[in-house]
């Protein structure tokens, strides 16, 4: 008896989006840490400037930076408490390139970008179809603070409490309030040969 043809409809599309899904670049974990995160005196985590586009975290939305930026598309990942989403773009002039995405957890329920993670990548890889370069007028990328990927000022490896030398994950955690609303700012930066190779922030 021959297949019903909206049955290989069907598989078609779950192999297509398997492949799709199978396909996209999700976020890198946050590096596993011994105990809780060390407490900060003060809120680490800033707004994130991409260019002149300023992006606030549990303020800004992934809708309204896709739609600032042109490019790029919301992936979601997961459900319930374990859903994400995210934009994911590629910093294709930095040395080595670079990888970024603003993410939106089901604490912010997923509109709200509420974390970035940012990866320096293997030289010489390139942007893919789930995660495309990011446009030069949205460059250079970098936190208010002047927090970024590579080499760190003394200032921000003082305030982190990152070694001179070696490789360290540092950063830690605040918790601290703004008239009634609670605040909550996470951080961690992961250096290599005095290099921050990845960055984690989350606000909420």
């Known amino acids: 008896?021959?297949?019903?043809?909206?049955?290989?409809?069907?598989?078609?599309?779950?192999?297509?989006?398997?492949?799709?899904?199978?396909?996209?670049?999700?976020?890198?974990?946050?590096?596993?840490?011994?105990?809780?995160?060390?407490?900060?005196?003060?809120?680490?985590?800033?707004?994130?400037?991409?260019?002149?586009?300023?992006?606030?975290?549990?303020?800004?939305?992934?809708?309204?930076?896709?739609?600032?930026?042109?490019?790029?598309?919301?992936?979601?990942?997961?459900?319930?408490?374990?859903?994400?989403?995210?934009?994911?773009?590629?910093?294709?002039?930095?040395?080595?390139?670079?990888?970024?995405?603003?993410?939106?957890?089901?604490?912010?329920?997923g509109s709200k970008v509420d974390g970035v993670t940012a990866v320096e990548l293997p030289a010489g890889e390139r942007a893919a179809l789930s995660c495309p370069d990011l446009p030069a007028t949205f460059r250079p990328v970098r936190f208010e603070d002047g927090l970024w990927l590579g080499a760190l000022a003394p200032g921000q490896r003082k305030a982190l409490g990152v070694p001179g030398l070696g490789n360290a994950t540092s950063g830690g955690l605040y918790h601290g309030s703004m008239g009634s609303t609670d605040i909550v700012g996470t951080i961690s930066v992961e250096v290599r040969k005095a290099r921050a190779v990845a960055i984690h922030a989350a606000h909420n």
């Open 1 to 109: 008896m021959p297949s019903r043809p909206e049955c290989w409809i069907a598989v078609a599309l779950a192999c297509a989006c398997a492949g799709a899904l199978a396909q996209a670049l999700a976020p890198p974990p946050w590096p596993a840490s011994a105990g809780d995160p060390p407490a900060l005196a003060s809120d680490p985590v800033r707004p994130l400037r991409l260019g002149a586009l300023r992006v606030t975290l549990f303020t800004s939305t992934l809708a309204d930076v896709q739609r600032a930026i042109g490019v790029g598309e919301t992936t979601r990942h997961g459900k319930g408490t374990e859903a994400l989403d995210w934009l994911c773009y590629t910093l294709p002039e930095a040395q080595p390139p670079q990888r970024v995405w603003l993410t939106s957890s089901e604490l912010a329920g």
